[in-house]
């Protein structure tokens, strides 16, 4: 273990990173990767490959994404805004890159092969386009003079329209609530709240118009009885039949029938093998992780800090949300994972980039200027707050 006056990297890391959201993730790690192996088996089987197929890689991505977590909470804010803001319009890039020339999978060219792995540029952009954001939005907080809200609306346009031409609809809702927010917490006027907000409705109502895909979604969740609703009738019964405490591990049937069992309804199993008390367990633990990333910034003057975490967070806790109102029917179906739980190598990177920045954002720095670079040692900062 590291003693409190130790001065090495590591040693700065441990004693300034909150090692409480870390435990909470590294629960949710763990949980995910036990429904992986039990959901993903069957859905091997059934499309003729070996049985851990899925599960193996997923533990190979997930080896890379604690790397990739730790690496990056490792750096300063400073080092991760400006990484994120030099990456942004690469990913940008390969988003229209993949609506253009990506292979058609449901509909939708979102994915990019790079030999045996498919690549969801997307899943990447999130973090870093509310990173670009929040940058803009904080410089315009510092210098009302800089033109920042403009900028951050320019930013906006441009990933919606590379989401909207694959098409990826819930990820561009999921993009646009997360920009909402972030305005909201930098001071959003009132006529950009009325302007906004038409202008969402008239999107909305213009995808669902004109996008046959949507169409059909939206349909089938005002009236089940209009279209095919397999996979949502499916994911009901599992969470039935799993009642308070479930069937059991290994149990299920639900990973037996569903196609996507092991990705987007990965929750029904969930439901049905372990039941409600661990479905409320693992809300739980979303929740923890949240709160305890939000209840960090109270004490935060650093303004891009403040939005760029509580960006990243948002975008966190929405999608979880997301993902399990789809599997309790209170949602359209969006084709969105949970979190840390379900299957898929470039939401799970992503998910590391993400919450890696967090893990900086978070450490317990001085503010020096825009920075903070110079961790303080635990006896330090309880003698500059008044303690013994």
Not at 273 to 285: D, H, S
Not at 357 to 374: C, D, E, H, K
Request: net charge positive; glycine share 10%.
């Amino acid at each position: 273990m590291f003693t409190r006056t130790d001065r090495s990297l590591l040693g700065n890391w441990w004693w300034t990173v909150d090692r409480g959201l870390l435990l909470a993730l590294t629960i949710l790690i763990g949980f995910g990767m036990l429904l992986t192996y039990g959901a993903s088996v069957a859905v091997a089987e059934r499309l003729g490959l070996s049985s851990f197929h899925f599960a193996e890689r997923q533990l190979g991505y997930l080896l890379l994404t604690v790397l990739l977590m730790f690496g990056i909470s490792l750096a300063s804010p400073r080092t991760v805004r400006r990484t994120a803001v030099a990456l942004f319009p690469v990913v940008l890039g390969l988003v229209v890159l993949a609506g253009f020339f990506g292979p058609e999978i449901k509909g939708s060219r979102r994915w990019l092969p790079l030999g045996s792995f498919a690549l969801q540029p997307s899943e990447f952009l999130k973090p870093l386009f509310i990173v670009t954001c929040a940058w803009m939005f904080s410089e315009q907080m510092r210098n009302p003079q800089f033109p920042g809200r403009k900028i951050a609306a320019v930013i906006l346009l441009m990933t919606v329209t590379a989401l909207v031409m694959q098409p990826d609809i819930g990820q561009t809702a999921l993009i646009v609530i997360v920009w909402l927010g972030l305005f909201f917490l930098a001071g959003l006027p009132l006529l950009w709240l009325v302007v906004l907000g038409i202008t969402g409705v008239v999107a909305m109502g213009a995808a669902y118009m004109f996008l046959p895909h949507v169409t059909s979604r939206i349909n089938r969740f005002l009236d089940p009885a209009s279209g095919d609703t397999y996979q949502i009738d499916t994911a009901l019964n599992a969470f039935r039949n799993g009642g308070l405490f479930g069937r059991g591990p290994g149990e299920g049937l639900v990973k037996r029938v569903l196609p996507d069992a092991h990705t987007d309804f990965i929750f029904a199993v969930a439901g049905e093998e372990f039941g409600v008390v661990a479905c409320l367990g693992l809300l739980l633990i979303f929740a923890i992780i949240v709160i305890r990333g939000l209840l960090n910034l109270l004490k935060e003057n650093d303004p891009f800090v403040y939005l760029a975490t509580a960006g990243l967070l948002f975008q966190f806790g929405v999608q979880a949300y997301i993902n399990m109102g789809v599997n309790l029917a209170v949602l359209p179906s969006k084709g969105m994972t949970l979190p840390f739980v379900s299957y898929g190598g470039s939401s799970m990177l992503a998910l590391g980039l993400t919450m890696g920045m967090v893990l900086s954002f978070s450490r317990r720095q001085p503010v020096i200027g825009a920075n903070r670079p110079m961790p303080r040692t635990m006896p330090a900062r309880r003698r500059e707050e008044g303690e013994p």
